[in-house]
């Protein structure tokens, strides 16, 4: 009898301590969830202070097609043909249709250039700043220099242009009263090398050169 007891109390037993090892087991796992999901908690409200935080001192760049510029003038169903006789363009300066073969180097000229050769430099996806020399000072067109990109842009006079300055892309034109007009900035942001372009990214070096280029 007293052999047949013992193991059941070590049955027993083991059954005791097996039930408190695993009612243990459950406090501790209880306990790590608990801690996890806190530090989880933590964990996600540091970075969403950290993000707040970025987003207010250094805010993410805005998608192009979100841009909005007041007083923009957009053109749609442009030939992008090339021929070699002058053409008679609606806009001024003109924002694409057909022109000719060889495109016009960007950078900066200090005269009038080729309209034809200017409008294939914005098939590449350049943006052409003109600006009326009668309208800006020297230091007003050094200002305009200054604050366009120096690749993908042609800078130029244009006679009569109807505004000190006129910023164009392929399909996309806006009138500007100084350099320092916030909307010159949205422009280029919006239309600089733009995928509305019809060939965004390609040369914008290995063209012509207008007689009048310094840069």
């Known amino acids: 009898m007293a052999g047949g007891t013992d193991p059941e109390r070590a049955r027993q037993e ?56 007041a007083g923009l003038q957009t053109f749609e169903g442009l030939g992008n043909s090339h021929v070699e006789t002058a053409v008679d363009y609606e806009q001024s300066p003109p924002v694409g249709g057909d022109h000719a073969s060889d495109w016009l180097n960007c950078g900066v000229y200090t005269e009038p250039v080729p309209e034809e050769n200017a409008v294939h430099a914005l098939e590449h996806g350049a943006v052409w700043a003109a600006y009326d020399p009668s309208a800006l000072s020297e230091d007003q067109a050094e200002a305009l220099r200054q604050a366009v990109p120096d690749t993908y ?63």
């Open 14 to 69: 083991r059954a005791a301590l097996l039930e408190k090892h695993w009612a243990a087991d459950a406090r501790a796992t209880r306990r790590r969830r608990v801690l996890a999901g806190a530090g989880a908690v933590t964990a996600v409200a540091a970075v969403a202070a950290l993000v707040t935080v970025a987003v207010i001192n250094d805010p993410p760049p805005q998608a192009r097609e979100d841009i909005e510029i």
């Open 153 to 215: 842009v042609v800078l130029s006079p244009y006679e009569d242009l109807g505004a000190p300055i006129m910023v164009s892309a392929w399909g996309a034109q806006v009138a500007l009263d100084s350099p320092e007009d916030e909307r010159l900035e949205q422009f280029v942001t919006k239309y600089w090398q733009s995928p509305d372009a019809p060939e965004p990214g390609a040369s914008c070096t290995g063209g012509i050169d207008a007689p009048s280029r310094v840069a």
